[in-house]
């Protein structure tokens, strides 16, 4: 039985998304965006006045919702337009499933009201948001693809050249190094999946897979051209490296409609996993030809 608690928190949500939708269409530049904005903010808010009507003045806005309001703005910038309309988006299906069991408290002109706002909502991100494109949107496959690689070759390297050199500088430049040669390959791979393929024009997807593996691999080195001491580098550069996954894996799963943590997750055991192995990898190889003590040696000459 829905209470008028409810009939106000929908009038919150639909508040909400009203407020967005005219401030990212104020802030929009680009004229076809700008249009379906503001088609999307004048259906909230006529769903919104449904509401208010229903309530009839019993209205209280929390302080919350400003915040809230200011928050996915934020994300625009952050992450891009379409990841903060699905960000807003995201509980689609639950207001949806709420708003037709509230069909049963209605009859006559506010049931067919309720119906047309349900249809509404169900054409936002089958139609309305489909309608905005960014290249971050139709090449993030590949974007995420630079940066993923990236991510766990990089801090393999990194890792790998604990046991062989003391010199957080011969390890930094090792994994530019190893960066710039891996962004190439990755770039040419990433042209040939798209020549072939149907999503994307192959230069550009082989433009942004090779910059990301590499802006990925010069964040990951910074840390060791920052200090002198190996193991307070690796320790920051495998935290810019978490960080970086959490970015980006919160990024798709916002797009994809998938579970943040689960990927997450996974993605961070597989880069610890590299790492650890990569040690030892390096330690025993360290030990055995004594690079070790003949890059030290090398230095202090």
């Known amino acids: 039985m829905n209470t008028v608690m409810d009939f106000i928190k929908y009038y919150e949500d639909e508040y909400v998304d009203h407020t967005v939708y005219f401030k990212l269409a104020s802030y929009e530049k680009r004229s076809e965006r700008k249009e379906v904005l503001t088609k999307l903010a004048q259906q909230e808010k006529a769903h919104m006045e449904f509401w208010?009507?229903?309530?009839?003045?019993?209205?209280?806005?929390?302080?919350?919702?400003?915040?809230?309001?200011?928050?996915?703005?934020?994300?625009?910038?952050?992450?891009?337009?379409?990841?903060?309309?699905?960000?807003?988006?995201?509980?689609?299906?639950?207001?949806?499933?709420?708003?037709?069991?509230?069909?049963?408290?209605?009859?006559?002109t506010n049931k067919q009201e309720l119906e047309e706002i349900i249809k509404d909502e169900?054409?936002?991100?089958?139609?309305?948001?489909?309608?905005i494109k960014e290249n971050s949107v139709t090449y993030?496959?590949?974007?995420?693809?630079?940066?993923?690689?990236a991510i766990v070759e990089i801090t393999g390297v990194h890792a790998g050249f604990l046991g062989v050199t003391t010199s957080t500088v011969v390890a930094g430049?090792?994994?530019?190094?190893?960066?710039?040669?891996?962004?190439?390959?990755?770039?040419?791979?990433?042209y040939l999946q798209?020549?072939?393929?149907?999503?994307?024009?192959?230069?550009?997807?082989?433009?942004?897979?090779?910059?990301?593996?590499?802006?990925?691999?010069?964040?990951?080195?910074?840390?060791?051209?920052l200090t002198h001491i190996m193991w307070v580098a690796f320790l920051a550069s495998l935290?810019?490296?978490?960080?970086?996954?959490?970015?980006?894996?919160?990024?798709?799963?916002?797009?994809?409609?998938?579970?943040?943590?689960?990927?997450?997750l996974v993605n961070s055991a597989l880069v610890l996993v590299t790492a650890f192995i990569s040690f030892f990898f390096?330690?025993?190889?360290?030990?055995?030809?004594?690079?070790?003590?003949?890059?030290?040696?090398?230095?202090l000459w």
């Open 140 to 149: 993030i496959g590949f974007i995420v693809l630079g940066l993923a690689d």
């Open 52 to 108: 208010a009507k229903q309530l009839k003045g019993k209205i209280y806005l929390r302080s919350s919702l400003k915040l809230k309001i200011y928050f996915i703005v934020l994300l625009r910038y952050l992450f891009g337009l379409t990841f903060a309309i699905k960000f807003l988006e995201r509980n689609e299906k639950k207001v949806i499933s709420e708003y037709k069991k509230a069909l049963n408290v209605f009859d006559g």
């Open 194 to 225: 798209a020549k072939q393929g149907e999503i994307g024009n192959p230069r550009i997807s082989a433009i942004y897979t090779g910059i990301s593996y590499i802006l990925a691999a010069a964040a990951l080195a910074t840390p060791y051209f």
């Open 173 to 190: 430049i090792a994994g530019l190094v190893v960066g710039v040669s891996a962004s190439i390959a990755m770039a040419a791979a990433a």
């Open 239 to 264: 935290l810019v490296a978490l960080s970086l996954l959490a970015y980006f894996n919160f990024y798709s799963a916002v797009l994809s409609e998938r579970e943040f943590s689960r990927d997450y």
């Open 122 to 131: 169900i054409e936002h991100e089958s139609y309305w948001i489909s309608q």
């Open 282 to 299: 390096g330690e025993f190889l360290g030990q055995y030809f004594g690079i070790a003590g003949l890059f030290h040696a090398l230095l």
